[in-house]
């Protein structure tokens, strides 16, 4: 059985920092591009990073560009989001998918297994 399993959310006044990790069971995603997505109620659910199945390669939401940093671990099988400078915009549910290729794509649709999501809370 394939399972991403996020871990490291919780509350954090603003300024302070998280890191999201992502471990993947069940099968290798070496070869995939990996994402970090976030919902927040009432609102889409929308990609926040990216990077390639290599790492060399790497998307931000301009929204978190400059204070979150996406990176991976292929030996662990496992990604992970360090987020830094958090602002209360930031609270959402973050989930972590696998795409379906190796390369980066921003449409969720192309991401064929997802995590359960963690919880992100960030206080004023």
Not at 31 to 41: D, V
Not at 82 to 89: A, H, I, Y
Not at 92 to 107: E, H, K, L
């Amino acid at each position: 059985q394939v399972q991403l399993v996020e871990s490291g959310g919780g509350l954090v006044q603003a300024g302070g920092s998280l890191r999201l990790s992502c471990a993947a069971s069940g099968r290798t995603f070496s070869s995939n591009a990996m994402g970090w997505f976030r919902q927040a109620p009432g609102k889409e659910r929308e990609i926040v990073a990216a990077i390639s199945w290599s790492g060399d390669s790497t998307y931000y939401a301009d929204s978190v560009k400059g204070r979150f940093t996406i990176s991976r671990d292929n030996a662990k099988n496992t990604v992970y989001l360090q987020m830094n400078s958090l602002k209360p915009d930031d609270t959402a549910v973050y989930y972590c998918a696998a795409s379906t290729i190796g390369w980066i794509v921003r449409d969720r649709d192309r991401y064929g297994y997802w995590g359960q999501g963690t919880q992100v809370t960030v206080s004023s």
